[in-house]
């Protein structure tokens, strides 16, 4: 059946209803502080499609739509029901959420929930850009922690690990177009906005897809899935080669072969000894920036520290300082505060003090060190 634009809005409007039945006939109501699921009730009550996903997004991220809260002990069933069966959903609403490409949005998350297989994601495993991006933003908490399992697979994230160590590595074009496009439709976004688009597509790939996948494949297969509805929110407002950009992985499009580490496609590692393989089980080493910023544990501005630290294989995501690593320290000019604007005033500091010294930062995603510090990795300026 052609997609009809139109019919979207009755069609979650009629999920809204069948949910409230099936609450009803299931005598899931308990009376008191509500046990009904407003996400449970629509999932339910018919099988994964563009409503399904649609309304389970809105109603974890679209506060417009003006859902009882779920999570509160004052919410009662009859709250709940109430909701269900007397809510309209209108354009607007879903504008609100997922701005004037809404339709292309409810479309793309509609082809993830029904056109999407198995064998996606092993194509998709292969595609430098979805690779890179997926590492880049720890989506697979590192190149320690994919299931490489083949020699494409493997070569994309030995290109990913000697650029993260500064080794000269040539970015794929792929990966520096698609970076590009997410920047420029995600820059004006809020977060609300942005999580709500991501969940969309994420939510949207079937378990049953997913299932017979690698891990790898199918992170992969779910930040395609992202990046399709992305390409539609911002379609409005980004070029053609952007919108190709992102829409290409869910699309199919041939996954280019990545280029070698260098001109013999050989690689000789820290110790000098020819290896052609992946040491994925050794400790990876970073150089880290940390701004520490709590009053209480500063002399009155902010403070900066630059160490090498080393994130080993057993636990994703944390790491271990190195004895002697210690690079530099320097105390900034932002006084010492948890105010959130005194603290994205110390981010750009940093990321000038860091330019003097070589190093850039490695993404905007700080991440927390008890109630006192930031940390990030770093990278050679390029």
């Not at 005598?27 to 009730?41: E, Q």
């Not at 109430?82 to 082809?111: C, H, I, K, M």
């Not at 297969?221 to 919108?243: K, M, N, P, S, W």
């Amino acid at each position: 059946m052609e997609f009809d634009a139109s019919r979207v809005p009755a069609d979650l409007t009629a999920r809204l209803r069948r949910a409230a039945a099936h609450v009803r006939a299931a005598g899931d109501t308990r009376g008191g502080s509500s046990r009904v699921s407003l996400v449970k009730a629509v999932r339910d009550c018919g099988p994964l499609d563009a409503t399904r996903t649609i309304l389970e997004v809105m109603l974890e991220h679209s506060p417009e739509l003006g859902a009882p809260d779920r999570y509160s002990v004052h919410t009662t069933d009859a709250d709940v029901l109430a909701f269900l069966d007397t809510r309209t959903v209108a354009p607007a609403d879903l504008e609100a959420s997922f701005g004037p490409g809404w339709p292309g949005v409810v479309r793309a998350v509609q082809y993830v929930a029904t056109e999407v297989t198995p064998e996606s994601g092993r194509a998709l495993a292969e595609r430098p850009d979805v690779m890179w991006d997926a590492l880049d933003d720890h989506r697979c908490s590192d190149a320690h922690y994919c299931d490489m399992e083949t020699p494409t697979t493997r070569a994309i994230a030995q290109q990913y690990v000697d650029y993260r160590k500064g080794r000269h590595v040539q970015v794929p074009p792929e990966v520096v177009r698609l970076q590009d496009a997410i920047v420029t439709v995600t820059e004006p976004m809020s977060k609300n906005a942005i999580y709500a688009a991501e969940a969309a597509g994420a939510w949207a790939v079937p378990d049953a897809v997913t299932e017979p996948m690698t891990s790898t494949q199918g992170v992969m297969t779910r930040r395609a899935a992202q990046l399709a509805v992305l390409a539609e929110v911002g379609r409005h407002r980004i070029t053609a080669d952007q919108y190709n950009a992102l829409a290409a992985p869910l699309a199919g499009a041939g996954a280019p072969e990545p280029a070698p580490a260098d001109d013999e496609n050989d690689r000789l590692d820290d110790d000098g000894v020819d290896d052609d393989g992946l040491d994925f089980e050794d400790d990876f080493e970073s150089v880290q920036a940390r701004l520490t910023f709590h009053p209480a544990y500063t002399g009155g501005r902010m403070e900066l520290e630059v160490r090498r630290v080393s994130y080993g294989p057993e636990f994703p995501g944390a790491y271990e300082e190195i004895e002697g690593g210690d690079l530099f320290r320097e105390v900034l000019t932002t006084p010492s505060s948890t105010d959130a604007a005194a603290l994205e005033a110390a981010k750009a500091e940093v990321a000038e003090r860091l330019r003097a010294h070589g190093l850039r930062l490695w993404n905007d995603d700080w991440r927390e060190e008890g109630e006192y510090a930031l940390y990030n990795d770093t990278l050679p300026l390029t």
